[in-house]
């Protein structure tokens, strides 16, 4: 079954589209027979957080900077809505017989933000003339999984771990004595799920071989300078000797940790990135990781780590140097060249409120931090 869509031109920058809208229940016995080889290419233009709560299996997250957005005036090209070459090639070659876009609700085209993901992306495959026929999941994601839940993935709980903490020496841990390494009693719960190759924790975690096996970690990245790698004969592990002050530069270490977790899941491992109490140092890698491989801001990436494990506080250092972090991979995700470069004094993230004092709403684009920074070295 092929849907039309037709466009038609009213300048060199816009175009007036009609895109169908296909039923629920056409659209999942699409996807069944795409088990079979017919090919159906699902491009989900939700949010980060929504999607990662729970999506249609195989379908491919669209999201635009705020900066790519600025510069979409001039058109996006097709690598800004399929990051993935391979995905590119397939659509190219002809292998996707229907492209489906699915957003939150709509019931229709008409209904679609003009200056949205899903605009922009409809229309950057237009100016791509794909063989594809294309059309919008009437209802979008929430009538679809209400409907056919058996067809989306289930929203879950991210898998973490606890199992029973005591003050002397567990089985395959470290020795207790080692009191420099273990977490204080707020934080004495099991490593938590950042996403299915990656793990955030504490140096206690660390220290316990049979929560580390039991989640299957098969590598580590110990951000500090003084907790010790206690299995190195049996993990693979990652030094980033940064104290937990002001005076720090994590970010000088974000590429290179970045690329440690990209190479250990693609042997399929799991990475546990851990510091001290597994809240400033070891969250800021792994916020680092998120901004980078999703293309999402700070605030996001935060708030999706600050669900799945609450306590953690980068120092207002640290936060700084993410903001500019996320400068770089907003712009590049535009223009490469920009990549290498921070922002310069036109950003329009401003990280001025004072350690001391809570953030009140509507007061910064981190305004949903409503406690006071931590900014022990014992983070």
Known sequence: M????????????????????????????????????SGCLVLDCRSFFSF?????????????????????????????????????????????????????????????????????????LCRHHCDASVSLLKGGFETFSSKFPEMCTKPAPPQGLCLPLSASCEPNSADSSCSSCHTPLYDQGGPVEILPFLYLGSAYHASRKDMLDALGITALINVSANCPNHFEGHYQYKSIPVEDNHKADISCWFIEAIEFIDSVRNKGGRVFVHCQAGISRSA??????????????????????KQRRSVISPNFSFMGQLLQFESQVLASST???????????KSTNVFSFPVSVPVRAGASPLAFLHSPIASSPSC
């Open 335 to 345: 223009c490469s060249a920009e990549a290498g470069s921070p922002a310069t004094g």
């Open 52 to 124: 990662n709560s729970s999506h249609i299996p195989g379908s491919t997250n669209v999201r635009f900077s705020t900066i790519v957005r600025r510069r979409a005036r001039g058109g996006l090209g097709l690598e800004h809505i399929l990051p993935n070459e391979e995905t590119r090639s397939r659509l190219a070659s002809g292998h996707y017989r229907t492209v489906v876009f699915v957003d939150d609700r709509s019931l229709d085209f008409k209904q679609v933000k003009k200056d949205g993901t899903l605009m922009l992306a409809v229309t950057a």
């Open 2 to 37: 092929y849907l039309d869509l037709t466009f038609v031109p009213r300048s060199p920058t816009m175009v007036i589209m009609e895109v169908p809208s296909i039923d629920c229940a056409i659209f999942r016995d699409l996807l069944k027979e795409s088990g079979s080889g």
């Open 284 to 305: 800021t890698i792994c916020l680092a990781y998120l901004m980078r491989t999703n293309r999402v801001k700070l605030d996001e990436a935060f708030e999706f780590v």
